[in-house]
């Protein structure tokens, strides 16, 4: 059977545009909230979906920063590493107490050449460790370029014109029409 509200009609007076809309039901409009009360409660929710979207980027930085953080961090403690071994080898290499002069004339050119040759060596490893060391910094950075990029390619504009326009309206679809009293 159907109800006899359900074809009733007002005609409505919006600024000078004239229109016929269906009556509203009692169940759909709550006299008891005022507009200011509704606009109240849109305020607290638009205020805490802000929040929520602020709390999950400020996760998803900390998440994402803390890992690049920590490869630093790895990064500092082997070069200081690698200075503490630097500072080690030279310190083995010549004694404090005896000049450079006198270890090659008093020596011979036997030990010398091992002297030489073990300059060499640790030259090398430091060299190896500075280049690994190099290679894990530009690492990160293409890491952290390639996220840059892929955040820009992410951006609503790239995608659909449907899709543009349904996370635009968002926004829109948040604040209610109220009906006035």
Not at 124 to 135: M, P, Q, R, T, Y
Request: with cysteine.
């Amino acid at each position: 059977m159907i109800d006899p509200r359900e074809d009733e009609w007002e005609v409505c007076d919006d600024d000078g545009f004239v229109y016929k809309r269906r009556k509203r039901t009692e169940h759909l409009f709550q006299p008891s909230r005022s507009a200011a009360a509704v606009d109240e409660l849109l305020e607290a929710e638009m205020e805490r979906r802000r929040l929520l979207r602020k709390k999950r980027t400020l996760l998803m930085l900390r998440r994402e920063y803390g890992e690049e953080i920590r490869q630093w961090e790895e990064l500092s403690a082997k070069l200081k590493q690698m200075k503490v071994d630097g500072q080690r080898v030279a310190s083995l290499q010549r004694p404090p107490s005896l000049p450079a002069v006198e270890v090659v004339i008093d020596t011979g050119s036997e030990r010398l050449v091992d002297e030489l040759l073990m300059q060499v060596e640790v030259q090398e490893e430091i060299i190896k460790n500075v280049s690994n060391l190099c290679d894990m910094a530009k690492q990160l950075c293409q890491n952290r370029e390639e996220q840059l990029k892929q955040s820009l390619f992410d951006l609503p504009v790239w995608a659909s014109p449907t899709a543009l326009m349904a996370s635009l309206s968002e926004v829109a679809n948040m604040v209610a029409i109220v009906p006035e009293g």
